[in-house]
């Protein structure tokens, strides 16, 4: 049974950072693949990053890139979303979510899904 489960979102100021964790059981990282979902009030749930688990490579939708940073600890079943340089826009639900495969421009396709973590930032 995959079980994924966020921490670390919270309240931070315009140009502010935060760091997300995403702790993972029931899967091997090396073989599977996790992504961050987020979703911000009336809107549709977006895909910004995803880390593959076969050669950990890294994905980003425009809005985010060069902001944020995914990685993920193997030995401890863990995957961060390092959130730098945050803008008022990135408010919203952020959601782990696994498969086999990295699924950003379609997160609806993802397998398995955390709880959410809230995510505001504002002066």
């Known amino acids: 049974q995959v079980q994924l489960v966020e921490s670390g979102g919270g309240l931070v100021q315009p140009g502010g950072s935060l760091r997300l964790t995403c702790a993972v059981s029931?899967?091997?990282?090396?073989?599977?693949?996790i992504g961050w979902v987020r979703q911000a009030p009336g809107k549709e749930r977006e895909g910004i990053s995803c880390?593959?688990?076969?050669?950990?490579?890294?994905y980003y939708t425009d809005s985010v890139k060069g902001r944020f940073t995914i990685s993920k600890d193997s030995a401890k079943n863990t995957v961060s979303l390092q959130m730098n340089s945050l803008k008022p826009e990135d408010t919203a639900v952020y959601y782990c979510?696994?498969?086999?495969?990295?699924?950003?421009?379609?997160?609806?396709?993802?397998?398995?899904w955390g709880q959410g973590t809230q995510v505001t930032v504002s002066s």
């Open positions: 979510a696994g498969d086999m495969w990295c699924r950003v421009s379609a997160p609806e396709k993802y397998d398995y």
């Open positions: 029931g899967v091997n990282l090396n073989y599977y693949a």
């Open positions: 880390i593959s688990g076969f050669d950990g490579t890294t």
